[in-house]
């Protein structure tokens, strides 16, 4: 929530961090060969990161 009020854009409207775990236990459940949930998980994973580094960035330029 801190990030998107920051106006960062996550790539995918459909996952969100509890929607990732139910795509992992998919994925695991699929014995490893279910390719989209895998992929959607690491886009999601992926762009948390940068979410992450998108409010850090802004908490950064608030000390200047």
Do not use: P
Not at 36 to 58: G, R
């Amino acid at each position: 929530a801190i990030a998107k009020s920051l106006d960062f854009k996550w790539r995918q409207d459909d996952v969100t961090g509890v929607g990732s775990m139910d795509l992992y236990m998919k994925y695991v459940e699929s014995g490893s060969t279910d390719r989209t949930s895998k992929d959607k998980i690491l886009v999601y994973n992926e762009d948390d990161c940068f979410a992450t580094m998108h409010i850090y960035d802004w908490v950064m330029a608030q000390e200047r």
